[in-house]
């Protein structure tokens, strides 16, 4: 048995419990696990019968509370994909106007940045308080950590994109 406890935003407390409860369940489900949820305290209590079953659901949870909806979230339960959490206070983002620029370089005018970084990585970003999470597939995830970092670290969103069409070439 394993067992573990995470914190999420009060306000992503109904996204994770779902109409009815229904994305909780499909969660317990397929994750072959027990959730608890105490709303007061934004705590949830995950049972798990072994670790993988753990950590998945965990990255499942995270995905939800970072901003991503829960059918996002779900590519997690695949094989094949993972998460990502990029802490965007890293790249000197020590004040709230340095940390919204930094937001706002990565999701660029009308959004227009994020959706070419999905379009070009088959990823899935999703940029809330301090973080990037980005879900997808283990190759495709490192590209588009590399290009936000990029980004992050003052490159142009132009050289980002050179980069991820670069690599999609080869």
């Not at 394993?2 to 994770?16: D, E, G, N, Y």
């Not at 995270?62 to 059918?71: E, N, S, T, Y």
């Amino acid at each position: 048995m394993s067992f573990s406890t995470i914190s999420i935003p009060k306000a992503r407390i109904k996204v994770l419990i779902g109409k009815n409860g229904a994305i909780r369940r499909n969660i317990e489900n397929r994750g072959k696990v027990k959730l608890y949820v105490h709303s007061d305290t934004s705590e949830i209590d995950i049972n798990a019968k072994d670790a993988l079953s753990l950590m998945t659901v965990e990255n499942v949870i995270k995905a939800i509370a970072r901003g991503f909806a829960p059918k996002k979230a779900f590519l997690l339960f695949r094989e094949n994909y993972f998460f990502e959490i990029i802490d965007i206070t890293a790249f000197k983002a020590k004040s709230k106007s340095r940390l919204q620029t930094l937001r706002s370089r990565i999701i660029g005018t009308n959004g227009v940045t994020k959706h070419l970084l999905q379009k070009y990585t088959n990823c899935f970003l999703s940029i809330q308080g301090k973080t990037v999470s980005i879900i997808g597939e283990a190759e495709n995830i490192m590209l588009a950590k590399q290009a936000v970092e990029m980004i992050l670290d003052g490159a142009k969103q132009a050289t980002a994109y050179h980069f991820l069409e670069k690599s999609s070439h080869n």
